[in-house]
């Protein structure tokens, strides 16, 4: 069964008077626990696809199917209720609070996603010890490197366990070893917490170890 799957999906947006298409009939289905890329020059679409997956943006035509739940019919009330139950983000930024530690940034995920406050210490040192940070976990942002940076970013994003965890161009600020590590915590994340990974990236290094690549060329995908 799959988790997610997208049918028939477009999207365009008024620019200058006119439509721009930058969806133009996406179908595709993400799988329990694979790790799925969305490859493609800057202005392909990938992000814009991201968006749809996660519930961020709905489609002009088309169906996207999450779990039992139709995104294209969903309010924003309820995309945003299922979001904070089910999905992970991390954005190419990473998006950590400056003056809060690694420890708080992943706290505050907690909080936001309404965790008992009981379970928070388990999870926060458990997830800060899988991607690898359980000596930084006190440390603020300014005091980590970019891939640690990153990697506190991915302890946030899983912390409240979303089935789904989507990353738009997680490696992008990264050189290619730092990038490689964060591959290698995501294949754990896979393994230990059992989720779907789906990100964006025109990064060919990486590719490799995806279980699925989706390539995208104008709004279309050429191959998969």
């Given at each position: ?34 790790l ?41 009330d ?33 909080r ?38 990153q ?19 997680p ?32 990064d ?19 191959s998969?």
């Open positions: 069964m799959p988790l997610l799957t997208v049918t028939g999906v477009e999207r365009s947006f008024p620019v200058g008077g006119q439509q721009l298409h930058v969806l133009k009939g996406i179908n595709m289905e993400l799988y329990p626990m694979q799925v890329m969305l490859k493609g020059r800057s202005g392909s679409g990938k992000t814009t696809l991201l968006n749809m997956i996660g519930g961020l943006d709905q489609p002009n035509r088309g169906q996207i199917m999450f779990k039992e739940y139709p995104f294209h019919e969903c309010s924003d309820q995309r945003t209720y299922i979001r904070r139950k089910e999905i992970g983000f991390i954005f190419q930024s990473f998006a950590l609070m400056p003056l809060l530690s690694a420890w708080e940034n992943v706290e505050l995920s907690l936001m996603a309404k965790v008992p406050r009981s379970e928070w210490k388990s999870r926060i040192t458990h997830c800060l010890e899988l991607v690898g940070l359980s000596k930084r976990m006190h440390h603020r942002p300014f005091e980590l490197s970019g891939g640690e940076q990697r506190v970013a991915i302890a946030k994003a899983i912390a409240h366990k979303p089935s789904l965890l989507l990353a738009d161009e490696t992008a600020e990264l050189d290619s070893q730092m990038g490689a590590q964060v591959m290698a915590v995501f294949r754990d994340i896979i393994h230990t917490e059992r989720m779907t990974i789906c990100m964006t990236t025109h060919p290094t990486i590719m490799e170890v995806a279980d699925r690549v989706f390539e995208m060329v104008d709004g279309k995908f050429i998969s």
